[in-house]
């Protein structure tokens, strides 16, 4: 037993420090993305990112910053900005909810009710 534990600490081991070693660029293009086209530096200059940071990743947050601004689009927050938006959401939830608990209260009763004898 001592052995299979010995065993698998050094594959685990081994594991840890072969994967650790071993990078990956192909999201990139290029080995560290040092490969831009001239196409991509204009689009970089247009939106005011930096020479240094210019790459279709920089290009595309850009992009969505500026397209879907952060009150609207994916990301939306859960609560409402009205008031009435707000009262509305408590007011579905306390229904839902508060039908669930009563259904639970009432099934609860008849339970206690129909003992058996």
């Known amino acids: 037993m001592k052995k299979q534990t010995v065993f698998i600490g050094i594959a685990a ?20 993305g040092s490969e831009v ?13 930096s020479r240094a940071q210019c790459n279709d990743s920089t290009i ?9 601004p952060q009150d609207k689009g994916s990301g939306t927050a859960l609560f409402a900005s009205e008031t009435g938006q707000m009262v509305i959401l408590i007011g579905a939830l306390g229904a839902i909810f508060g039908g669930v608990a009563g259904g639970f209260f009432v099934m609860g009763r008849k339970a206690q009710q129909e003992k058996p004898a």
């Open 37 to 49: 086209s001239e196409q991509t530096l204009n689009r970089c200059q247009e939106l005011g990112i």
């Open 60 to 68: 595309l947050q850009r992009e969505r910053v500026i397209w879907f």
């Open 13 to 32: 081991g081994l594991l840890v420090v072969l994967s650790s070693q071993q990078a990956s660029y192909a999201q990139y293009g290029g080995v560290g």
